[in-house]
Every structure is written in structure tokens, then in C-alpha cells.
């Protein structure tokens, strides 16, 4: 099973700040997918295939990354982007997800 | 719009069964596969396994094997896991999600929440 590592765990970010969220995987893979998922809501996905943004995410979010290394960026906080991020692959069965990162808006 | 409706909340006592239903509206049901997706309280996601929606063959995750089933009714367009020999760690919510290619869940229902507690 491929393991996803995030990190950071937990984040504190201003409105206006620079944001990056690591998805490490312990053997390459090929995509990853990413979800948002808010407090007391079912998960969405927000960037799919490594780099695309599902329906209706705003482009201050991108993606980026290849083997064993990805990334969720955010470029200029706002309040409405605090959720738990959580990667996804599907290179190696069982599909996995990370554990998760909390992005808190200070 | 593509929906997915959830059954509701279940309080079970450990050894009993029950049954979550999950009903897609807004698409062809049997184009995209269903995925179920486990989340312990204050804990992440966790794939339980997914079935093929045209040919009805479930997947099953190692974890979730032995206890858990997958099934359809496609002529209500409608997904189902039932869980037998309720145990107090199978406390949790219970997702469905719509699969496209890649394991890409790109619809989730709202979730359904089961408690197993004496």
C-alpha cells in the first residue's frame, strides 16, 4: 500500500498570505488528487490529475508535483479556504488518502 | 444537478447489522463507478472499496472484507453498503462518492452517520 505522508499537519495562515501543503507518497506514483473538506461536511474534490481544478475552485489554488512529491498551493489566503486538505492517489491499489491538513485562517 | 442523497443516522448495538443507501440523481447511474469511503470521528478518509455500477462487481478494500457489502438497485439508481456483526470501531461516517477514471471522486453524498454503542 502506497502511503501518503502530509504536512504540514495543522497550518495558521493570514487572509492575504502564501500557502503550500506537501503530499509526500512512499513510492512514486503518477497523479494525485486532492479534496477539501470543511467542518461538519462531506469531502469535494478541488484539484484532480495533479494540476486541474475541479468545477468552481478558485484559481488562487493550483497543483503541482510528479513521482514522490506534490503539491497543494494557495496563493493569497481568504477566510473561506479553512478546511482539512487531504491527497489521494490511485497509481497502486488500495487507492490511499493522506492524513490530512487543517489550514487555519488567523 | 448531480446529487447524492445519504440515508440517515443509525445508532446500533454491537452485533446487529444495518444498511446505508446512497441515491444518485442528475446523471446516468451506471456510467460512473460508487466508492465508499470511511471516517472515524476526528479522524481522516479511509477507502472501504467501490462498485461497478453497470456490471454491479464490487471491489473491496482489505480492510473492509468479510463484513461489509456493496450492492445496487440500478433501476432506483441507488448504491448500498450493509455492515453485519456490528463492532464498536465500525463507529463512524460513512460516505458515497462518484468514481470517474482514476479514482476521482468528484460527487460525494452528505454522509451517513453510524454509531455502535451497548
Known amino acids: 500500500e502506497t502511503v501518503l505522508t502530509q504536512s504540514p499537519t495543522t497550518t495558521a495562515a493570514s487572509p492575504g498570505e502564501k500557502v503550500t501543503i506537501t503530499c509526500r507518497a512512499s513510492?512514486?506514483?503518477?497523479?494525485m488528487h486532492w479534496y477539501q473538506q470543511k467542518s461538519g461536511a462531506s469531502p469535494k474534490l478541488w484539484i484532480y490529475?495533479?494540476?486541474k481544478l475541479a468545477s468552481g475552485v478558485p484559481n488562487r489554488f493550483s497543483g503541482s508535483g510528479s513521482g514522490t512529491s506534490y503539491s497543494l498551493i494557495i496563493s493569497s489566503i481568504e477566510t473561506e479556504d479553512a478546511a482539512t486538505y487531504y491527497c489521494?492517489?490511485?497509481?497502486?491499489?488500495?487507492?490511499?488518502f493522506g492524513s490530512g491538513t487543517k489550514l487555519e485562517i488567523k | 444537478q448531480i446529487q447524492l442523497v445519504q440515508s440517515g443516522p443509525e445508532l446500533k448495538k454491537p452485533g446487529e447489522s444495518v444498511k446505508i443507501s446512497c441515491k444518485a440523481s442528475?446523471?446516468?447511474?451506471?456510467?460512473?463507478?460508487m466508492h465508499w469511503v470511511k471516517q472515524a470521528p476526528g479522524k481522516g478518509l479511509k477507502w472501504m472499496g467501490w462498485?461497478?455500477?453497470?456490471?454491479?462487481?464490487?471491489t473491496y478494500a482489505d480492510d473492509f472484507k468479510g463484513r461489509f457489502v456493496f450492492s445496487l438497485e440500478a433501476s432506483a439508481s441507488t448504491a448500498n453498503l450493509q455492515i453485519s456483526n456490528l463492532k464498536n470501531e465500525d463507529t463512524a461516517t460513512y460516505f458515497c462518492?462518484?468514481?470517474?477514471?482514476?479514482?476521482?471522486?468528484?460527487?460525494w453524498g452528505q454522509g451517513a452517520s453510524v454509531t455502535v454503542s451497548s
Open positions: 462518492a462518484r468514481g470517474k477514471k482514476g479514482y476521482v471522486m468528484d460527487a
Open positions: 442528475g446523471y446516468t447511474f451506471t456510467d460512473y463507478a
Open positions: 462498485i461497478n455500477t453497470y456490471t454491479g462487481k464490487p
Open positions: 513510492s512514486s506514483v503518477s497523479y
Open positions: 490529475d495533479t494540476s
Open positions: 489521494q492517489q490511485k497509481s497502486s491499489d488500495p487507492p490511499t
